[in-house]
């Protein structure tokens, strides 16, 4: 009978000192990805931020206003007239 | 010294055990006290001493036009602040940083020492990332970083009004920025880390929140179309010196809003020196008379009354009418006899008036109010303005004939665009919108007959012999209507102008509603000289830009009509080509 209790106890001890070291090494795994994620993180947002600037740039190339002036100014291009145009239907 | 045998070894003994027991319990309660009965004030004064909970900053989203064009950019800066006791301890440094910060020393430590009873204190905001790295270098006590973000707009003043512009914290201010803004601007998370002595973040502890970044934003904006407006709605305002002047362009089908420029404009990429006067989103805030461009919706009451039909005779003759209050109403010329439709086309005040004097004015309330006067349009852009209709019980026979032809009620350039819209798309009402692709029912307002009547009427505007021959535009018929009203002021009119054009494009299937308001144009002030031909160069432009087919492709119009100018190309072997597999996107 005692045995048996002390089986059972045996049991129940091993369980809790399982547990705890369990719980340990959960924290320390959460520690880890954690870290982890951060360092994704801020290397998803760096990748984000460095996107928004190229996206920055070349939108201001490619302006409107500037596209125009080079356009007519330095390429000497013009808009056809309709003279020029050609209608090409089936 | 002489050696005395203890008296009693075991007594002494006893006290020795007695005082150890004491010192280990008094050693065990002091643990506990410390470990289990105050572990929660302690360890929270511990926490306070290294840990802490900083905010996550999310960037907003970015705006972009139709095309997937970026027109809001959110970049990452920083922003450098200090703890300015640390500071202060070490003020040998203080040149040093003074220099780095470009900021006069006398005021930085002024600045310091007013504050010495805060923690927190931003030095310099919105720095260039590796500006702000090379300042962290010097390793100041008590000066560390903190990241923001700051909002570009390539476009500047072209899309200033309409996108409207954030604040220093980058929360929207005006525009869509302020109507989308929770849409934008995300949720800051936060987290918890391990700071050391100098502020600097040593370790990340765990998430508390996780940050939610502003979601993107596609606008029903066309770039290119705005630039067009933008461009030739300015040198407009040069041509005929004119104070100030907006054009709105809506897509019929969709309701959207493909183009909304105001001349003059801002930089919404600086703070400071801009006029708040210019920031005023003036098409759908300022309202003004609308003049003859409201006749339309006169005749769409007069015909939907059954009293009148296009060509039903109506005597303008002699070109003056006077009212009940013993006010005379003007037509430029005496056209004598008319039509309804020569009434639209030769915009006569005196017609107009008479054939809003045989409707009720029950009638005449509920169309203009049908079409969207005197109601916001649902565009959802801060600071609308619903303009003004005033109710059918307080109209006399003077009101309703003034209203009749534009006077005494006021619509923004939008709501007007709105109402034209409705006549181009059958009949039927919808409100603009700013988001590509948004759900936007419509309403059926008036009977698809009627509208496709007064399209009819509209486009005789756009000829030799109607008001508005310099709106139009090779190959497309167009159809609109010419305005010209007088500026309202304290007390009555004053001898300044606002010169307006209305039309749809191409008038057989109208695919585009544009709508030009200028104020104030010195010299010639008419709507049909001043408003049309801005109307023409932009939407000759968006045509093209949109590869709208013109009305009639074979007929064609070049400037040398003996040359073949319209050449069959060879019929693909295999599939059917449609024109419509031309439409918009498809080089």
């Known amino acids: ?90 | 010294m002489k050696r005395v045998k203890p008296a009693n070894t075991r007594a002494r003994l006893y006290a020795v055990a007695m005082v150890l027991a004491l010192t280990s319990s008094a050693l065990v309660v002091r643990a506990v006290d410390l470990q289990v009965v105050r572990k929660d004030f302690y360890q929270e004064q511990g926490d306070q001493r290294f840990l802490r909970d900083i905010p996550i900053a999310v960037s907003r989203g970015t705006i972009f036009d139709r095309n997937g064009e970026p027109l809001a950019v959110s970049t990452p800066v920083d922003s450098i602040w200090a703890n300015p006791v640390d500071v202060l301890s070490n003020a040998e440094r203080l040149p040093e940083l003074a220099k780095a910060l470009d900021l006069d020393e006398d005021d930085l430590k002024q600045k310091l020492v007013q504050r010495s009873d805060k923690e927190f204190v931003y030095l310099k905001r919105h720095l260039n990332p590796d500006d702000a790295r090379a300042i962290l270098k010097l390793e100041i006590p008590g000066i560390a970083t903190e990241r923001e973000f700051r909002r570009y707009y390539p476009n500047g003043e072209v899309m200033a009004h309409v996108l409207g512009f954030t604040n220093i914290d980058d929360r929207g201010q005006e525009g869509l920025e302020l109507a989308f803004d929770d849409w934008l601007a995300g949720k800051p998370g936060a987290k918890r880390v391990i700071r050391d002595l100098h502020g600097q973040v040593v370790e990340n502890v765990e998430l508390l929140r996780e940050a939610q970044p502003g979601r993107d934003l596609t606008l029903s904006l066309d770039r290119r179309i705005q630039y067009l407006a933008y461009r030739e709605l300015k040198s407009a305002l040069a041509e005929h010196h004119a104070t100030s002047g907006s054009m709105v362009i809506l897509d019929v089908p969709t309701g959207e809003v493909l183009a909304m420029v105001n001349a003059p404009s801002f930089n919404p990429n600086s703070r400071n020196g801009n006029d708040p006067a210019n920031r005023r989103n003036r098409a759908v805030t300022d309202v003004v008379e609308p003049g003859s461009t409201i006749k339309a919706f006169t005749i769409a009451a007069a015909l939907e009354s059954g009293k009148w039909k296009a060509h039903t005779p109506i005597d303008t003759s002699p070109g003056t009418l006077t009212l009940a209050d013993g006010r005379t109403i003007r037509d430029v010329h005496n056209k004598g006899l008319l039509d309804v439709t020569g009434v639209i086309t030769h915009s006569s005040n005196v017609g107009a008036a008479k054939i809003g004097l045989t409707l009720t004015r029950d009638h005449m309330y509920d169309v203009d109010h049908r079409f969207g006067f005197g109601e916001v349009s649902g565009s959802g852009f801060p600071g609308e303005s619903p303009g003004l209709l005033p109710i059918a019980k307080s109209w006399g026979p003077v009101e309703q004939a003034t209203i009749a032809y534009g006077y005494g009620l006021n619509v923004t350039p939008l709501q007007l665009a709105q109402g034209y819209t409705a006549i181009a798309n059958n009949g039927r009402l919808r409100s603009p919108t700013y988001v590509k692709g948004a759900q936007n029912p419509d309403t059926a307002v008036i009977d698809p007959e009627i509208a496709a009547t007064l399209r009819r009427m509209l486009e005789t505007v756009v000829s030799a012999e109607g008001s508005g021959l310099k709106a139009s535009i090779t190959n497309y018929r167009v159809a609109g209507k010419t305005g010209t009203s007088r500026a309202a002021s304290a007390g009555g009119y004053d001898n300044r102008h606002i010169s307006l054009f209305v039309g749809m494009v191409p008038a057989s299937k109208p695919r585009l509603v544009g709508v030009v308001v200028i104020h104030d144009p010195q010299g010639a002030y008419y709507g049909g000289l001043v408003s049309a031909p801005v109307f023409s160069k932009v939407m000759d432009g968006a045509l093209r830009l949109l590869d709208v087919p013109p009305d009639n492709v074979k007929n064609w119009f070049t400037a040398a009509p003996e040359n073949p100018h319209t050449i069959d190309a060879k019929p693909p072997s295999s599939e059917d080509v449609e024109l419509s597999n031309f439409a918009e996107g498809v080089p």
């Open chain 1, 1 to 90: 009978m005692s045995a048996r209790i002390a089986g059972v106890m045996t049991i129940l001890l091993g369980t809790v000192v399982a547990s705890a070291i369990g719980v340990v090494s959960a924290i320390q795994k959460s520690r880890v990805l954690f870290v982890e994620l951060t360092r994704l993180g801020s290397e998803r947002d760096d990748l984000n931020f460095e996107f928004g600037r190229l996206q920055l740039e070349q939108a201001t190339w490619a302006e409107n206003n500037r596209i125009e002036q080079i356009a007519r100014g330095r390429l000497g291009m013009v808009s056809p007239n309709p003279a020029e145009t050609v209608v090409l239907r089936q």
